[in-house]
């Protein structure tokens, strides 16, 4: 049976290029329109250079950011992205996302209903949100409160593929929950801003799965310490929209295709059972197979230049290396893709393939 959704992907999701022109917010800044609808989480990273990854959303609010590779708590800049508008966003002179005649990449995710989440059965109470059950998408605030059980709405409806939570008024690195990562994902946690394999602890997520309207945290410091503020991500597969899985890896050049159901936008990976970079393919920085660049969301480092490593096809990708980062042999990889086209949209017109 077809794959299909009762919207478009770019509704909800866009890569949206653009240049830095190192304008200061009080001589006008640097508009950025084109993305489609008015973003509630924008990531951005300049590509021809060293800058930071730069996250902001919009449950904490305009001129707040966190880094994806580095752990240091929340900035407040005034000359970060200052407002989300109706088509996009606007940024002051801070060079992480404006530096003059350089090139940035931004992923925007919609979200944006800020009232009326399901709280029953939850401990904690956010303290801002922002959530999107058609898109299976939420931005929850929250504050800790170092008790192993501790439990969050996420306003899904259905129970979230990947969260990842990072503390925002301290020194804490990122902790990621993926279903995927093994058998009992709920006893596992990744580090977004390192390259460490996955790992054990109670701490985490408390040893429970996330349910349809709760996720859990356990007592830990990095995800629940008490009274510090938190930001989650969190997210849910929609067929046709966007997808949460694992392949293993085969050593070679003809390597694993990942059946996806749509097209790929955007594509975050890591490899779990070994360090590696956690690393960020999308369809518009280059725009053709199989020269598709990655960006590594744990480090400072300039996207590729003219590597080959994946197909984004009319159905999932499709991996051309051995390189052990995305294929090794035998190796644990997990995934989450967002789409450009599914199989066939509300229109019902199949996409066709790259």
């Known amino acids: 049976m077809a794959e299909y959704i009762s919207f478009q992907p770019n509704d909800f999701f866009s890569t949206k290029l653009y240049t830095g022109n190192g304008t200061a917010i009080g001589s006008g800044g640097n ?37 994806s590779d580095r752990n240091i708590a929340q900035v407040t800049n005034a000359e970060s992205l200052t407002t989300w508008g109706a088509d996009g966003f606007t940024l002051g002179n801070l060079a992480d996302v404006n530096g003059s005649g350089n090139t940035f990449v931004s992923w925007n995710w919609k979200a944006g209903t800020t009232t009326g989440i399901d709280t029953t059965g939850s401990t904690i109470t956010p303290s801002a949100y922002s959530f999107n059950a058609t898109s299976g998408f939420s931005i929850i605030a929250y504050t800790g409160n170092a008790t192993s059980g501790a439990t969050l709405p996420h306003g899904l409806g259905v129970a979230p593929k990947m969260i990842m939570v990072k503390a925002l008024d301290a020194t804490e690195n ?17 580090i977004l801003d390192t390259t460490a394999a996955v790992a054990d602890a109670t701490w985490a997520w408390n040893d429970t799965a996330p349910t349809s309207t709760l996720f859990s945290l356990g007592s830990g410091g990095s995800v629940n310490g008490s009274g510090n503020t938190f930001i989650a991500y969190c997210f849910a597969d929609v067929k046709g929209f966007s997808k949460f899985g694992s392949y293993t890896g085969n050593g070679n050049t003809d390597g694993p295709f990942v059946y996806t159901g749509f097209r790929p936008a955007f594509i975050l990976m890591k490899r779990t059972d070994s360090t590696g970079n956690w690393t960020i393919w999308d369809s518009k920085r280059e725009g053709y197979n199989s020269t598709n660049d990655e960006i590594y969301a744990n480090t400072t480092a300039a996207e590729g230049t003219g590597n080959v490593y994946v197909d984004l096809v009319s159905n999932g990708f499709k991996w051309l290396v051995t390189d052990g980062m995305v294929n090794a042999d035998g190796g644990n990889y997990i995934y989450a893709a967002f789409a450009e086209f599914p199989i066939v949209s509300s229109n019902d017109v199949p996409t066709v393939a790259r």
């Open 31 to 67: 508009a950025i329109t084109g993305v489609g609808f008015q973003p509630d989480f924008t990531w951005m990273k300049q590509r021809n250079s060293t800058n930071n990854h730069n996250l902001q959303n919009s449950a904490v609010g305009a001129t707040k950011y966190v880094n």
């Open 174 to 190: 990122w902790r990621v929950y993926h279903a995927d990562v093994d058998a009992s994902p709920q006893d596992k946690y990744m």
